[in-house]
């Protein structure tokens, strides 16, 4: 009986104990919206060398020095630093929250390059819809230069090139993502017949956030038909993102020296490792200006 | 028999005490940080909180992703490098107001409670104007926060920029609580 009454007293008494705790909960329980796209899958708009699911928000305007540094093979050379020297210089624009559109200027390679990105699905934070993000980049280039000789140089028409991407992206911890990125590059001409102007690739791409402001990211590219004239390999690129905040500093080591889609996935001639000639030490600044 | 009785008359008493509380749904909670870099502001207007006048209580509560900031870059870093919105969605305070009369047309009170940032609770007191129109509160006040106290990290390059005092104002209007 004594429990009983005991019971009934600490019953009683504990909606009054609670009172406090309870407004909270009430406001737990109110209808408000906490889905949400999930936020920072990649750090900028390329992970490494080829572009990842992000996209720039509405009015913003992000002015890009891309570089790359590498030696020339059995050259005892008196350069500084390195022997060649190869850079892009570019300007993406964020339209709207989902339309991203760039172009930039390649030196001294002499390649003019322009391309949309457009978000088609997001990851939402309660894992709600699709698990995965998806964005459609659609990137033209148009080489001045000579690069590796597989196209044909007569006329405006036949130094073209298209590159086609779906990204396909999920961030799977808050230090985790992943992109797989399946694409086409058409080429106008080519000049051996043995070369198809068609390519199917595919790319990978990982991002690891070591703390807030810095992640190692890697990438390979791997191409299902590639180049029969010229021995090609697939692009690869280990590096590190770090986050200054209005600046991105990309550091990374590669294979290849061109910074368009349809030159680094179908044209590079090197495979990776660290001999002179091989060896690519790459280096990108995006600086990000809110319009 | 008799207990069940009880019961169901205390839940009834309870449920009628619940009238009395007061709820706001699009709270504006602001915070500015200066320094002679750079001064970062952002606004949040989806803030919930109720009042229960009777009992003097009152607890808010902020969403981290619904701070709207000038530049977007700005409201990422916000929520994936300094308050880490995907680990700590939430902040909250639940509170007291000391000396509350439920009746006053205007009154300026001390509300002593705790306040909850990145999961990290510390007790605060804040000074606070409250005024009662027909059925409506409407309460006003501002608070400084120090980073350090939530455990908010910021790099030594970007330690300039980013205040260690953080000032929070906010302001909310209760209508009645219509469960």
């Known amino acids: 009986m004594k429990i009983k009454s005991l019971r009934l007293i600490l019953l009683l008494g504990l909606p009054f104990y609670t009172t406090g705790q309870s407004l909270l909960d009430k406001l737990e329980k109110e209808p408000i919206d906490t889905v949400a796209n999930v936020l920072g899958t990649f750090q900028g ?5 080829g572009h990842s699911v992000e996209t ?3 009015n913003t305007l992000e002015v890009s020095f891309m570089s790359r540094y590498w030696n020339v093979e059995q050259e005892s050379s008196n350069s500084f630093i390195a022997d060649r020297m190869c850079a892009r210089f570019g300007l993406d624009y964020g339209i709207s929250d989902k339309l991203t559109v760039g172009a930039g200027v390649g030196v001294p390679n002499g390649i003019f390059d322009g391309y949309f990105k457009y978000r088609l699905a997001q990851q939402k934070t309660d894992n709600s819809g699709i698990p ?11 080489r001045t230069r000579r690069i590796i000789g597989i196209e044909r140089r007569d006329d405006f028409g036949d130094k073209l090139a298209s590159t086609t991407q ?15 990125s399946p694409t086409f590059v058409h080429r106008t001409s080519s000049i051996s017949s043995l070369d198809d102007p068609n390519h199917f690739a595919v790319g990978f791409g990982g991002r690891y956030k070591v703390s807030n402001h810095v992640s190692i990211v890697s990438e390979y590219y791997y191409v299902a038909n590639p180049l029969e004239s010229v021995e090609t390999f697939g692009a690869f690129s280990l590096g590190t993102n770090w986050q200054v905040k209005n600046l991105l500093l990309q550091f990374k080591m590669t294979n290849n020296q061109i910074f368009t889609e349809d030159g680094f996935i179908t044209q590079t001639t090197r495979n990776f490792n ?5 060896f690519f030490f ?4 995006t600086y990000h200006i809110q319009l | 028999m008799n207990k069940t009785l009880l019961l169901f008359l205390f839940i009834c008493m309870k449920s009628f005490s619940q009238n009395t509380e007061y709820i706001e749904r699009q709270g504006e909670v602001t915070f500015f940080s200066y320094t002679s870099v750079e001064n970062i502001q952002a606004k949040n207007s989806q803030t919930l909180s109720i009042l229960n006048p009777k009992t003097r209580q009152i ?15 700005m409201h990422e870093h916000f929520n994936a490098s300094y308050i880490e919105s995907d680990l700590y969605p939430k902040a909250t305070f639940e509170g007291e107001i000391e000396n509350f009369n439920a009746n006053d047309a205007l009154q300026t009170k001390l509300i002593k409670g705790t306040f909850t940032l990145r999961n990290i609770s510390k007790p605060i007191e804040i000074k606070a104007t409250i005024s009662k129109a027909d059925n409506s509160y409407t309460i006003k006040g501002s608070l400084d926060v120090l980073i350090n106290d939530y455990n908010i990290k910021v790099p030594a390059l970007l330690s300039p920029n ?13 209508a009645p609580y219509e469960n």
Do not use: C, P, W
Not at chain 1, 274 to 278: A, Q, S
Not at chain 2, 59 to 73: G, P, T, Y
């Open chain 2, 59 to 73: 607890a808010v509560q902020i969403l981290m992703r619904a701070f709207v900031f000038q530049k977007s870059l």
């Open chain 1, 45 to 49: 708009t390329r992970i490494s060398i």
């Open chain 2, 162 to 174: 980013i205040s260690k005092k953080i000032e929070i104002t906010f302001n909310f209007n209760y």
């Open chain 1, 132 to 142: 995965f993000g998806i964005t459609l980049v659609q990137a033209g280039t148009y």
């Open chain 1, 166 to 180: 779906l990204l396909i992206a999920r961030k799977f911890t808050r230090n985790f993502s992943f992109q797989i």
């Open chain 1, 274 to 278: 660290t001999r002179d000639g091989n």
């Open chain 1, 282 to 285: 790459g280096f990108h600044a």
């Open chain 1, 56 to 58: 720039r928000k509405k």
